[in-house]
């Protein structure tokens, strides 16, 4: 299996939505469906690790597929947007490299 970019994704994700005439959803339907994915990412987590086990008629969803469906979402807002994940990311990146550079312990550091 090949590896792919965020550049690939979003490229990739844009000749699906492309192919319709609806087009990207509104920005805000997107935060709609992105709270709606979190929402079944986060009940998948709570079956796979916490205390509430699946009812038997449930379906048979996975920790795996509910990421996808939340990574499918953030690239459609981001292409809606005409935002570079990839440059987001960087600048992110950029962020928690200077302003969080001390805030956690190192796995390199000599602990007393």
């Known amino acids: 299996m090949s590896q792919k970019s965020l550049s690939d994704i979003q490229r990739e994700v844009d000749a699906y939505i492309s192919q319709f005439k609806e087009g990207y959803f509104s920005p805000l339907a997107l935060l709609a469906r ?24 449930e379906a048979d969803n996975s920790i795996e597929m509910e990421l996808g469906d939340c990574l499918f979402i953030l690239n459609c807002f981001a292409n809606s947007l005409g935002i570079d994940l990839t440059e987001a990311h960087d600048k992110v990146m950029h962020k928690f490299n200077t302003r969080d550079a001390d805030r956690w ?7 007393d």
């Open 34 to 57: 992105m709270t709606e994915e979190v929402g079944e990412l986060a009940r998948e987590v709570n079956h796979y690790y916490g205390e509430k086990p699946k009812k038997p008629d």
């Open 105 to 111: 312990t190192r796995k390199d550091e000599q602990t």
